[in-house]
């Protein structure tokens, strides 16, 4: 797979190889972050999230990475399937209850898998 | 419901005219939140509901735009006097808010389309 930042919105990845997504986010004090995946006319889907307080949490195929010194965040794909072309979104809250969890999206990433 | 549900799935109105956007939560779900999605980018924040109260509306771009919730369920999204650059996608989101649970999964969306 090869690796992207959100400033390079497509990602053209061959089925059955590994993806990575790559995310920078800019609050620092943001504890919370979701990855969603959004087909087309549909609405975002949860893949997965982690807190602040980990560095890596595991899926089904998928891992998300946080690395809190250089405020990045990044989801592995295992061995992409066609069924995994989307936009995929990082996410971030910080934590203020009162407030709820609003969340802050980045601009998403499109995911290309060629047959 | 087993998930999230939004309705109509598109509204096309004219210019001037008011509009009603309706979320189902998920049932249980106390905190509910509504998104905005432009073509091509990424969700904009709108408002956030804990119950029937909503403690943070800072998202929501005018006056032409209020929400409400009633019974602690489903919310009802306005638009008054609508303008094209309201045309987007709008998305609910609720969650169960308690603190290892934040995850907000979303519906499937509204797409208004403004003559």
């Known amino acids: 797979g090869e690796s992207v930042g959100l400033h390079l919105p497509t990602l053209s990845v061959q089925e059955g190889d590994n993806s990575i997504i790559n995310c920078a986010y800019s609050n620092s004090a943001s504890d919370y972050f979701i990855w969603y995946k959004q087909e087309s006319g549909k609405g975002p889907q949860f893949i997965i999230d982690i807190r602040s307080n980990m560095d890596k949490r595991q899926g089904q195929r998928v891992t998300v990475l946080l690395n809190k010194t250089v405020k990045h965040l990044s989801l592995q794909i295992a061995a992409t399937q066609p069924g995994d072309s989307a936009v995929y979104f990082c996410a971030e809250n910080k934590e203020i209850k009162a407030a709820g969890n609003k969340l802050t999206f980045g601009g998403g990433t499109r995911v290309l898998v060629k047959p | 419901g087993a998930g999230v549900s939004q309705s109509p799935s598109n509204k096309v109105t004219e210019k001037g005219k008011d509009v009603e956007l309706r979320c189902d939560p998920i049932?249980?779900?106390?905190?509910l939140y509504w998104y905005r999605q432009s073509l091509g980018q990424g969700l904009e924040f709108l408002i956030y509901f804990q119950g029937n109260s909503a403690p943070d509306k800072s998202g929501l771009p005018s006056d032409r735009f209020s929400a409400e919730r009633t019974g602690g369920s489903v919310s009802t999204l306005t638009i008054q006097r609508t303008q094209q650059e309201d045309s987007a996608v709008y998305l609910c989101?609720?969650?169960?808010?308690?603190?290892?649970?934040?995850?907000?999964?979303f519906g499937p969306g509204t797409r208004l389309t403004v003559l």
């Open positions: 989101a609720s969650s169960s808010d308690r603190r290892e649970a934040d995850t907000q999964y």
């Open positions: 049932s249980g779900h106390t905190a």
